[in-house]
C-alpha cells in the first residue's frame, strides 16, 4: 500500500489550504486514516484522523478551524485547514492503518507566515 499526498504550500496567516492523500494497493480493512505533522525541532504530533468507531479527533491546536473528511471509499482522505497561523508551520504527514499496519505519505510541507 503506499498513499501518495498532495496540496500544502505557502500561504498568509489566517488563509486556507487542503491536503489530500490517496492511497493505492491492496487495501484490507481500514482502521484509521488521517494527519500528523512535525514542525523544525519538534517530535511528530496528531493534527486530525479518523477511525472506524466512528470517530474523527483533532489536535486543540486545530479544533474549529481544519475539517478532516473521507472520501472514496476507504482509500482517500482530505484535511481542509482555514485560518492558518504561523504555528500551523511543518511537514504534515498522511497516516493510515489498515488491517493493523501503520502507513505514512511522504509528507508535504506546510508554510504560514505571520
Known amino acids: 500500500v503506499q498513499l501518495q499526498a498532495s496540496g500544502g504550500g505557502y500561504v498568509q496567516a489566517g488563509g486556507s489550504l487542503r491536503l489530500s492523500c490517496a492511497a493505492s494497493?491492496?487495501?484490507?480493512?481500514?482502521?484509521?486514516m488521517g494527519w500528523y505533522r512535525q514542525a523544525p525541532g519538534k517530535q511528530r504530533e496528531l493534527v486530525a484522523i479518523?477511525?472506524?468507531?466512528?470517530?474523527?479527533n483533532y489536535a486543540d491546536s486545530v479544533k474549529g478551524r481544519f475539517i478532516l473528511s473521507r472520501g472514496n471509499g476507504e482509500k482517500s482522505v482530505t484535511l481542509q485547514m482555514n485560518s492558518l497561523e504561523p504555528e500551523d508551520t511543518g511537514v504534515y504527514y498522511c497516516?493510515?492503518?489498515?488491517?493493523?499496519?501503520?502507513?505514512w505519505g511522504q509528507g508535504t510541507q506546510v508554510t504560514v507566515s505571520s
Open positions: 494497493g491492496r487495501i484490507l480493512r481500514t482502521h484509521a
Open positions: 497516516y493510515a492503518n489498515y488491517g493493523g499496519r501503520v502507513y
Open positions: 479518523s477511525t472506524n468507531v466512528p470517530t474523527t
